[in-house]
């Protein structure tokens, strides 16, 4: 009967201590899994980056179990950014079985859990910061805490200056229709390579920094550049063009395309007025055969023109749809082209006697005067 007394006290015993004492070991440095040793641990300005460690468990006999026990753990930063972040682990927490596998544990003779900080770690200034983490068991006697934690070094890296980018385009950013336009980006920090994106989609990634679109934009549209220096640390800056685009061209009309000559025409009518991105004026233009288009004078600026004066030859008409954006950018676009077509006199000359008539002409009383008309049409 005591030796029954005496195993099970033993048992309740053992059970108790293996509930209150272990020994956990995280001073190797293979431990902290992310950033890994031998890897690469500068990062840039505010980067974002992951901490990803193992805990051991050097107790021959007890296991730590998350389900009741926490496990509480302390980041402590010195250097060029300090602080501390503290966090517990438990059984549904930021933990994994780890080996032995064990779901929720952290098994004897050497047996170890992974971990995963619950946030990205980021910091701002540069230079190196020391970072030590130090892992306790919340409820238990941990018999040695001197290995407990572990210290390692980050490095962050400069934040380089903030590329320019510029155009081309009437304040960087108004273009017309058709209007080829190059983008340059600049920076005092050595940039390596310069990706440009036009509504966000890559277009041009390499060593230039110099874009220019093909075929050209034909939209209002975001255009990016992303600088990445040597260490991949990235800047970029963000351009938003402005299509002063003239959607709708505008339609005149004329009622009398054939006129004779020194006759003044009707008005011409607005048959459809144009409409665009920006505020839409007008202006009319003409010319002969073999001269360009030119403003008309005094200038019309309405949507409709009413000649004043007589044609003497035939003459082509159209409108100027005029779009004018805030910043000023003035695109042009034309309506439809009217000719209009004057006829030649029927009657080119007049002779008297059968020689050309002068404009004043004397006779004598009584005297008959015989009036030819020479090179007519129709009489």
């Known amino acids: 009967m005591k030796n029954l007394f005496f195993l099970a006290f033993l048992f309740f015993v053992q059970n108790i201590f293996s509930q209150t004492t272990l020994d956990l070991n995280l001073n190797n440095r293979s431990y902290v ?3 890994a040793e031998g890897s690469d641990v ?31 753990v302390t980041l402590t930063f010195t250097g060029a950014n300090t602080g501390t972040a503290t966090t517990s ?19 004897s003779n050497g047996g170890y859990a992974e971990f995963i900080w619950p946030s990205d770690l980021t910091f701002s200034n540069a ?26 070094q980050i490095v962050n890296l400069e934040k380089p200056s903030q590329v320019n980018l510029s155009s081309t385009a009437l304040s960087n950013t108004d273009f017309c229709e058709g209007e080829e336009i190059t983008f340059t980006a600049t920076s005092t920090s050595d940039i390596a390579t310069y990706t440009f994106y036009v509504g966000g989609v890559a277009v041009q990634s390499s060593p230039t920094n110099i874009f220019t679109p093909s075929p050209v934009l034909s939209s209002s549209v975001s255009v990016s550049v992303r600088g990445l220096t040597a260490d991949s640390c990235p800047t970029s800056n963000t351009l938003y063009m402005f299509y002063n685009d003239v959607t709708t061209k505008g339609t005149i009309g004329q009622s009398s395309l054939t006129i004779c000559e020194n006759e003044t025409l009707p008005p011409f009518t607005n048959v459809e007025s144009a409409s665009g991105a920006s505020t839409i004026t007008y202006k009319w233009q003409a010319r002969r055969f073999g001269d360009p288009f030119a403003d008309l004078v005094p200038p019309i600026t309405t949507a409709v023109y009413t000649p004043t004066s007589g044609l003497t030859t035939t003459t082509f008409f159209r409108r100027v749809a005029i779009s004018t954006s805030v910043q ?23 002779q008297v006697g059968g020689v050309a008539a002068p404009s ?5 009383e009584s005297e008959t005067v015989t009036f030819t008309a020479t090179a007519g049409q129709s009489f």
Do not use: M, W
């Open 89 to 107: 682990f438990n059984s549904s927490h930021f933990s994994s079985p780890g080996i032995p596998a064990s779901d929720n544990t952290i098994q």
């Open 42 to 72: 500068r990062y840039c300005f505010n980067e974002k980056f992951n901490l990803e460690f193992q805990v051991h468990n050097l107790s021959t006999t007890n296991t730590l179990d998350l389900t009741t026990n926490n496990l509480n």
């Open 328 to 350: 000023n950018k003035i695109c042009e676009e034309f309506s439809n082209i009217i000719q209009v077509t004057v006829n030649d006199s029927p009657i080119s000359g007049l």
């Open 360 to 364: 004043t002409i004397a006779i004598c």
């Open 33 to 35: 899994t992310v950033p």
């Open 127 to 152: 230079g190196t910061t020391t970072i030590v983490i130090f892992a306790q068991a919340a409820g238990v006697t941990d018999t040695s805490t001197t290995n407990n934690s572990i210290t390692f």
